[in-house]
């Protein structure tokens, strides 16, 4: 078998790639506590697989709500963009390609939202109705963060 295109350079978008070999999300869980903050632990883990040719980092929570498992990294104060930066300083000075992957476990979906899912899902699946414009049975649809919390 020969595998000498996996690391030949490739053009992807902007980017001129040392090779074809791509690091996936991996939760690795070590962002320092309190804050889930990027440490010198991620920095050294990241810029040690600058040789891939790119990476995408674990997901990345987007706001506290967002968490979905412990000591995973945020990316919504200074203290962890900060920790970032640093990340992806020692991944570019190694000449690698990282790319952040955004992260939502569905904090943002409440307990009042699930309910009302499930009772129209409920609903629906004894008595499934069909529209005059369709043949399909209508699905119960996924509340919105503002459906879910109307105060927000």
Not at 48 to 58: I, L, N, S
Not at 81 to 96: D, E, N, P, Y
Not at 109 to 122: G, K, M
């Amino acid at each position: 078998m020969n595998n000498a295109a996996l690391f030949e350079s490739v053009r992807l978008g902007p980017y001129t790639l040392k090779n074809r070999i791509v690091l996936p999300p991996l939760t690795r869980s070590r962002s320092s506590q309190p804050g889930n903050v990027p440490n010198d632990w991620m920095v050294e883990y990241y810029s040690q697989r600058a040789g891939a040719g790119f990476m995408v980092t674990e997901g990345t929570q987007i706001e506290p709500r967002g968490q979905g498992y412990a000591w995973t990294p945020g990316i919504h104060s200074q203290a962890q963009i900060a920790g970032w930066r640093a990340v992806t300083a020692a991944v570019h000075a190694r000449g690698g390609v990282i790319f952040s992957s955004y992260g939502m476990s569905g904090g943002s979906r409440t307990a009042r939202c699930s309910r009302a899912v499930r009772r129209r899902s409920r609903r629906r699946r004894s008595a499934p109705t069909r529209s005059a414009s369709s043949s399909r049975p209508h699905r119960a649809k996924a509340c919105s963060p503002r459906q879910a919390n109307p105060r927000r």
